[in-house]
């Protein structure tokens, strides 16, 4: 089992910057992938960004690409989401995930069904 908090969202401005942080406990965490999501009301859980148990492998949706980057430390368990030139069209609740899997991450990693634990999710807003 792997428990999942996340923490770091609120209010920003377009242009702004937020750093989500999704802290795990439960299992080893270096063997574990992890991924970031979010949701809007009425739509569908979107990837984000996901990174391998190592940190050496890193994919990431093209919405947000060049403007998040998904980093971890696994001394401290914690993975991160910096996100960066902010948009409005960035507000959800976003999700960390994980899976337990070696090797780099890639387009498998995009699919809601390759995770097996979740997070209970952080708002982030960002206001025109």
């Known amino acids: 089992q792997v428990q999942l908090v996340e923490s770091g969202g609120g209010l920003e401005q377009a242009g702004g910057s937020l750093r989500l942080s999704c802290v795990a406990s439960?299992?080893?965490?270096?063997?574990?992938?992890m991924g970031w999501f979010r949701q809007t009301p009425g739509k569908e859980r979107e990837f984000v960004a996901a990174?391998?148990?190592?940190?050496?492998?890193?994919y990431y949706a093209d919405s947000v690409k060049g403007r998040f980057t998904i980093s971890r430390d696994n001394d401290k368990n914690t993975v991160y989401l910096q996100m960066d030139s902010l948009k409005p069209g960035d507000t959800a609740v976003y999700y960390c995930?994980?899976?337990?899997?070696?090797?780099?991450?890639?387009?498998?990693?995009?699919?809601?069904?390759?995770?097996?634990?979740w997070g209970q999710g952080t708002q982030v807003t960002v206001s025109s």
């Open positions: 995930a994980a899976t337990v899997a070696i090797g780099g991450v890639s387009s498998w990693a995009t699919r809601l069904a390759a995770y097996d634990y």
């Open positions: 439960g299992r080893t965490f270096s063997s574990v992938a």
């Open positions: 990174i391998s148990w190592s940190g050496d492998s890193t």
